[in-house]
Structures are given as structure tokens and as C-alpha cells.
């Protein structure tokens, strides 16, 4: 099945696209101001669900997304991703965790492999994941949006890193 057109919505942390498959929401992805144009923009029941909830979560009423999500990817990287959306709102987990979780306990390097491949991102809350020494670690949207979004959910400031101001006041 195809995608959809691409929603763009502008979002406390940038400008995110929303795409579907017709099923679910396929991708959610930063807009990068260099990037050239792809799909065509539009909008579908899915993506206005989608966008409605980032409103939400980004507005601090919404901690679980209802909308139906269709990544594609690798046997082992549902499992990660769907390890990653059992995280609970405002707790992190490490590499480790996940990998022990998936059943694949020395697997934490590849499962910072399938977070980078994450194609729901906030969906599928791959900023949950931290270091073993509970620092920040890669993001593909930056550790700065890595922070924010750990900060809007509560968790603090993983060890090493400074409160950050968050959507232009302190926290």
C-alpha cells in the first residue's frame, strides 16, 4: 500500500510531516529547511488524527496516541519499536533495557540501529532511550529536541545535562 500525501504542521520542536499508508500512520518525520520537496503535501482522516494528538502532547493533555500506527521494518525492529512504545510517558529506558526486553540482551547496538531507523517519531517514543549511565545519547533530531521532549514529559534531565528552557521559558 502507498503513502498518502504529507501533512507539515509546525510543532514546538520544528516542523513535523505526517504521512499514511491508508491503514495507519507510516512516517513522522523533522522537516529539514534544506531539504527538497518529496510527496505531495496534503491531508488525510489519519494525519488530522495524528496532528490533532501532537497538539495535545505538545499542549501537555495527551501522554498515549490513539492513532493507528503501520511502520514497516524488520522483524527485530517492530519488536524494538514496539518495546519502545511499552515505555510509559516521563520514564526512560536504556539501550540495554530494551535489548534485554526484546529478548536479544547483547543486542543494545543494534537496537540503537532500529531507534535511528524509527520512522514514527514521538509515536514511537525513541527519545525514551538513554545511556547506561543515563546520559543522553543520539537522537536523529538532535539531543537538544531529545532533551525538550524528555523535559515536556517530566523526566528531568537525564544525569550530565542542564535544565533547558523549553518552547522559549524555563521549566
Known amino acids: 500500500m502507498g503513502l498518502g500525501p504529507v501533512l507539515y504542521r509546525e510543532y514546538p520542536i520544528g516542523v513535523l510531516g505526517l504521512m499514511d499508508d491508508g491503514q495507519g500512520l507510516r512516517r513522522v518525520f523533522l522537516r529539514r529547511e534544506d531539504s527538497a520537496p518529496g510527496a505531495p503535501e496534503g491531508e488525510t482522516p489519519l494525519t488530522l488524527?495524528?496532528?490533532?494528538?501532537?497538539?495535545?502532547?505538545?499542549?501537555?493533555?495527551?501522554?498515549?496516541?490513539?492513532?493507528?500506527?503501520?511502520?514497516?521494518?524488520?522483524?527485530?525492529?517492530?519488536?524494538?519499536?514496539?518495546?519502545?512504545?511499552?515505555?510509559?510517558?516521563?520514564?526512560?529506558?536504556?539501550?540495554?533495557?530494551?535489548?534485554?526486553?526484546?529478548?536479544?540482551?547483547?543486542?543494545?547496538?543494534?537496537?540503537?540501529?532500529?531507534?535511528?531507523?524509527?520512522?514514527?517519531?514521538?509515536?514511537?517514543p525513541c527519545h525514551r532511550v538513554v545511556g547506561a549511565d543515563g546520559s543522553l545519547t543520539g537522537y536523529a533530531g538532535g539531543l537538544d529536541r531529545k532533551r525538550a521532549l524528555l523535559t515536556l514529559e517530566g523526566t528531568g534531565s537525564p544525569r550530565g545535562y542542564p535544565r533547558p528552557l523549553i518552547w522559549g521559558r524555563p521549566r
Open 49 to 124: 488524527q495524528a496532528a490533532a494528538e501532537l497538539e495535545e502532547y505538545f499542549a501537555g493533555r495527551r501522554q498515549a496516541f490513539t492513532v493507528p500506527l503501520s511502520p514497516r521494518g524488520t522483524d527485530f525492529q517492530q519488536a524494538v519499536w514496539e518495546a519502545l512504545r511499552a515505555i510509559p510517558y516521563g520514564e526512560t529506558r536504556t539501550y540495554g533495557e530494551i535489548a534485554a526486553a526484546v529478548g536479544r540482551p547483547k543486542a543494545a547496538r543494534a537496537v540503537g540501529m532500529a531507534n535511528h531507523d524509527n520512522p514514527l517519531l514521538i509515536f514511537t
